[in-house]
C-alpha cells in the first residue's frame, strides 16, 4: 500500500475549491452547501474551513470539503477518494481483504454454455486470524469459512481477460472483506466483496453455476465499478 498520504492532501488534491456555491444541499452531511459542514464539530482540520466547498475534478459533484475528509477517515484511507454521488473512482481503490492466497490453472473439461473451451480453474485460500485497521472491529479474531474456495471461468479470450482483472483486484485486496455474511448471518467472517464468482462448475443449485451468458459482461462491470479495468493491465 505503501505510506499512505495525508487525509488532507488526498481531499486537496481531487477537489477544486468552489468559491460560490450553488444552492444545494451536500449529499454527505445533507446541509446546504452554502452554510457550514454538518461535520464541522466531529472533524478537526487546520487547513479546510467548515464552509469549504469543493468540486470533484473528473465527475464534477460538489460537497464540503470537511465532509469529504469526514467521508475518507471513515474508510480505509488508501489515497484513493470514491464520489458518493455517482461512484467514480480517483486515486487506486484499495479492500481491506485479509492475507491469504489465490491460485489458478486450467482444466481440460469444459463448462455448461461454454462446449468450445477448457476451464480456468480458481482457488482461493484464506485463514482465520485477528482483525486490522480497516476492518469492522481491528483486534478481534474474524473466522474464514467454506475456504479453500473453488471458482470456474470459461477458459477463452474474454474469460482469461476476466482472470487478469480478478489477479489485479485480489492485490488489491477487492475479492474478499471481512463483514457479516448474507448467506450465514455470522459477523466478523470473511464474505465475498462486490466481485461476483462462478462456484459450481457442473450445477446451478446456488444460483452462482453455469451456463449464464452475461456473466463475464456483468462481473467485467463489478470489476470497473471497484477501479479494476483493461487500462489498468496495460499500464
Ligand atoms: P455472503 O453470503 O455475504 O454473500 C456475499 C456475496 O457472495 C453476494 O453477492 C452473494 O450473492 C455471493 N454469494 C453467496 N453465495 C455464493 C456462492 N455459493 N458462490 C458464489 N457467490 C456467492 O458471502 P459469503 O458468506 O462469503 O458467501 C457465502 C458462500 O460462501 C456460501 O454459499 C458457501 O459457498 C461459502 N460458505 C461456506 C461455508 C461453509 O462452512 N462451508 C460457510 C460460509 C460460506
Ligand atoms: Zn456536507
Ligand atoms: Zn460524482
Not at 446546504?32 to 467548515?50: F, H, Q, R
Not at 474456495?149 to 483486484?169: I, Q, S, T
Not at 451468458?213 to 462481473?219: A, C, E, G, K, R
Request: glycine residues 8%; proline residues 7%; negative net charge.
Amino acid at each position: 500500500a505503501g505510506i499512505a498520504a495525508e487525509p488532507e492532501q488526498v481531499v486537496k488534491k481531487y477537489l477544486e475549491n468552489v468559491e460560490k456555491p450553488l444552492e444545494e444541499d451536500c449529499i454527505i452531511c445533507m446541509e446546504p452547501l452554502n452554510i457550514a459542514s454538518g461535520y464541522s464539530d466531529a472533524v478537526e482540520s487546520k487547513n479546510i474551513k467548515p464552509t469549504a466547498v469543493g468540486k470533484l475534478k473528473k465527475c464534477a459533484h460538489t460537497f464540503h470539503q470537511l465532509c469529504m475528509l469526514a467521508m475518507y477517515n471513515n474508510g480505509n484511507k488508501d489515497g484513493s477518494l470514491q464520489c458518493p454521488a455517482c461512484k467514480t473512482i480517483y486515486g487506486e481503490k484499495t479492500g481491506t481483504q485479509p492475507k491469504g492466497n489465490m491460485e489458478f490453472s486450467s482444466i481440460p473439461q469444459s463448462l455448461p454454455g461454454h462446449q468450445d473451451c477448457a476451464t480456468i480453474y480458481i482457488v482461493y485460500t484464506i485463514h482465520p486470524g485477528t482483525q486490522g485497521p480497516g476492518h469492522p472491529n481491528p483486534g478481534k479474531p474474524y473466522s474464514a469459512r467454506g475456504f479453500p474456495r473453488h471458482c470456474y471461468l470459461p477458459d477463452n479470450e474474454k474469460g482469461r481477460l476476466v482472470l487478469e482483472l480478478l489477479k489485479l483486484a485480489w492485490a488489491r485486496r477487492l475479492i474478499f472483506t471481512i463483514g457479516v455474511s448474507s448467506t450465514t448471518g455470522e459477523s466478523d467472517t470473511v464474505v465475498w466483496n462486490e466481485i461476483h464468482h462462478k462456484t459450481e462448475m457442473n450445477s446451478n443449485f446456488s444460483g452462482h453455476g453455469y451456463p449464464d451468458p452475461n456473466y463475464l459482461d456483468n462481473v467485467i462491470a463489478e470489476l470497473a465499478a471497484q477501479g479494476v479495468t483493461e487500462d489498468c493491465l496495460k499500464m
